[in-house]
């Protein structure tokens, strides 16, 4: 009898096959008392070692099929492996409480995940999720046990608890249909290399153990999976794949294309991207450059501050992957829901108005000056400009320009080359910036307006509140008036304008932004192409 289960989309498509359904062991990580500590901690440390070899061969494969994506993804879970924050507290746990140290891993990695968990940016939450996929690579390879027994021919669907991205690459050549998880983030490195395998990806399913062995289909474009479905389902999905197949030969037919309307009105289409990996799929999308580099990613992900040479490095890559395209670098947009430890950030009463963005920089100057110069050493590398988060003030303004000249000359003054031509854009958030637009273009090449957070300001409804959903919408007139002045403000000052937040990917306000005078919109890689075919059947008259 056909049974359909909700979740969550991960990774679009249509799979079908035999489901799998992966038991783990959870008797490897019940804690139990040990003799001698000495040879448990060598027991983690030869583990660790095993793991960090089985990720390089597992990268090469993933670069050689993937490019720099897939690539990329098992680079940050390497840098998980050489992180004293992540190996010293393990072996302090096992030599002072005589524990296992697969006990051990575990009781480690849910304390460094407490903090990204509580967070609610759903990115934030996702990173935990690569520290959770290490640890259970290094406890799998302390057992050593095969993880996926598939002993007939696929096409299979592996229905487990949670996956990694190691699980995708081992399995894509055993058959692999599909991938459908209880737990998971869409923003995950897993559902990454998904959405860059092209296979179809659903999570926060509640699925049953005895589903082990059906005929399943996985529906990644709603979300859903439909366990024993009838003749019907079978054949209106059919139905589906062939078209779907053929919108994705259409999709990538637009690649190289301008977007342009039928009447003639042509308009940037932007990336947004948190990563180097983000960075690639950008590339490989066709994104006319990134329009938008958070670069707060490059802190949270970490346990101390970035070095000036670990952001420059970073920064570099991505002008490189982007060649003579922009690259627009967001400097540190820390607070609200986006915090560390080592930030020494203090509990406010309302985060969303406290200290974030632009404020925390200028309390902080010395991070805003490592940054820019990073920026500024990168832009000898490529079309790089820099873009300042959370403007409300035109002290802000002045106060930048201060650094911005002193960093310049401490360049100079080092012998280190950058280029003449970073452009400085201002992002529009707050309803002062939005109401001094004009006289913020002054100092402004580029306003990015981002939606998410100048409709939770202009509405005065907190974005993570599903109770006041109804109020903080980006259409309401307020937000579209304000959208509207930037652009007016902008056009009088010959500044470019470009919206950056959620409302660029809502396809049912890009004909009032291309009308507005909007030159560009910056959405996620995958809605690009998607995008740019919208576009092209639009007729503004």
């Known amino acids: ?124 939450k996702a990173r935990y999720s690569d520290i959770k996929d290490v640890a259970e690579r290094v406890i799998l390879n302390l057992s050593g046990e095969e993880k996926y027994e598939l002993n007939e021919d696929g096409p299979f669907i592996v229905v487990s608890d949670t996956a990694v991205p190691g699980d995708l690459m081992r399995l894509k050549d055993m058959g692999l249909a599909a991938i459908v998880t209880r737990k998971g983030s869409v923003y995950s490195h897993t559902s990454i290399l998904a959405r860059t395998m092209g296979i179809p990806a659903v999570t926060g399913i509640n699925f049953q153990d005895d589903i082990d062995g059906s005929f399943a289909i996985v529906d990644g474009n709603l979300g859903s999976f439909i366990v024993a479905p009838d003749e019907s389902t079978k054949e209106q999905y059919g139905k589906e794949k062939d078209d779907l197949r053929s919108e994705e030969e259409k999709l990538l037919s637009l690649r190289d294309l301008p977007n342009i309307t039928l009447d003639g009105k042509e308009i940037g289409i932007f990336s947004n991207v948190n990563s180097l990996s983000d960075v690639s799929n950008a590339v490989n999308s066709d994104a006319g450059g990134i329009g938008l580099f958070r670069s707060e990613f490059l802190y949270l992900e970490k346990s101390d501050y970035p070095s000036e040479e670990e952001l420059f490095i970073n920064y570099r890559k991505a002008a490189e992957l982007m060649g003579t395209k922009p690259v627009i670098i967001r400097t540190l947009d820390i607070g609200a829901d986006k915090n560390t430890s080592y930030f020494g950030l203090s509990d406010e009463d309302n985060p969303a108005l406290g200290l974030r963005g632009i404020r925390f920089s200028l309390r902080h100057p010395e991070t805003l000056r490592t940054q820019l110069r990073a920026i500024y050493r990168a832009s000898n590398f490529g079309n790089i400009h820099i873009l300042y988060p959370m403007i409300s003030s035109d002290f802000e303004i002045e106060e930048i320009k201060r650094l911005e000249s002193s960093v310049k000359k401490e360049l100079r003054d080092a012998g280190s080359p950058f280029s003449d031509d970073v452009k400085r854009g201002f992002m529009i958030e707050t309803p002062a910036a939005a109401i001094m637009s004009d006289v913020f273009a002054a100092d402004a090449d580029f306003f990015s307006i981002g939606t998410n957070d100048l409709t939770q300001y202009m509405m005065a409804c907190d974005r993570n509140n599903d109770s006041v959903a109804l109020w903080g919408d980006q259409k309401n007139p307020a937000v579209l008036r304000a959208i509207e002045n930037v652009v007016h403000s902008a056009k009088k000052n010959n500044v470019k304008v470009a919206i950056c937040g959620e409302a660029a990917e809502d396809m049912s306000l890009t004909k009032g932004f291309i009308e507005m005078g909007v030159d560009s919109l910056s959405v996620s890689p995958s809605m690009v192409l998607l995008l740019r075919q919208y576009i092209r059947g639009l007729t503004l008259s």
């Open 1 to 124: 009898m056909e049974k359909v289960f909700e979740g969550k989309k991960v990774s679009k498509g249509i799979g079908e096959g035999r489901v799998y359904v992966f038991r783990r062991n959870e008797e490897l990580i019940r804690r139990r008392v040990i003799s001698d500590t000495g040879l448990e901690t060598k027991r983690f440390s030869d583990a660790a070692e095993k793991t960090k070899n089985d990720l390089l061969l597992v990268s090469e494969e993933a670069k050689k099929s993937f490019g720099n994506t897939g690539a990329d993804i098992f680079s940050s879970h390497l840098l998980i492996l050489q992180d004293p924050l992540f190996l010293d507290p393990v072996r302090e746990m096992i030599k002072k409480e005589k524990v296992n140290c697969e006990f051990a891993i575990v009781s480690v990695v849910d304390r460094m995940i407490e903090m990204f968990s509580a967070m609610k940016d759903e990115y934030m």
